[in-house]
């Protein structure tokens, strides 16, 4: 096999256990590709940010503002139910489902507190308990219920949870 002054070795053997190292040019059809891909990374920044105007936290905002629009925040006080046993009875359902991995099945506790002494850290009304249930304590772990359940029931929970209580 006769070499070519395009077949050139480098002479790296000794540095890259005995691999040989040809100097030939990349295929033009490669070169091709590397610089198409250049200019069109060149002229879509310039049309995104210069010409469109557009940018990643602008397209956030307006999707942010779009899904607010959408399904917008419940207020918690929209919906009040009356502690009526119905009221309770699926609020009972509802806080198996979700409550209990906190508060445990009979509302003594866990990780989260008591719902059945006499201490209320957030206070004791249907519209306390509600609120609390709806916002959270984010600082002590419990999450914000109302986006998940909805304003019916958070309220049927705080029912059940008022019955329950001596």
């Not at 609020?91 to 866990?110: F, M, Q, R, T, W």
Request: net charge negative; with cysteine.
């Amino acid at each position: 096999m006769s070499r070519t002054p395009r077949d050139t070795i480098l002479g790296h053997a000794d540095e890259a256990d005995g691999i040989e190292e040809y100097d030939n040019p990349l295929p033009t059809w490669w070169l091709g590709i590397l610089w198409f891909t250049v200019a069109y990374a060149v002229v879509y920044t310039a049309h995104y940010h210069l010409v469109a105007e557009r940018s990643q936290a602008g397209e956030y905002d307006a999707e942010m503002a779009a899904a607010e629009q959408r399904w917008p925040t419940p207020d918690p006080t929209e919906v009040v139910v009356a502690a009526t046993p119905e009221a309770a009875d699926a609020g009972a359902e509802i806080y198996k489902v979700n409550c209990v991995p906190c508060h445990g099945p009979d509302l003594s506790g866990g990780i989260g507190p008591s719902l059945v002494d006499a201490e209320w850290i957030h206070g004791e009304s249907l519209e306390d308990i509600t609120r609390t249930i709806s916002a959270g304590v984010p600082e002590k772990g419990m999450i914000s219920w109302a986006p998940i359940l909805g304003p019916e029931k958070v309220a049927q929970v705080a029912a059940y949870v008022k019955a329950q209580t001596p």
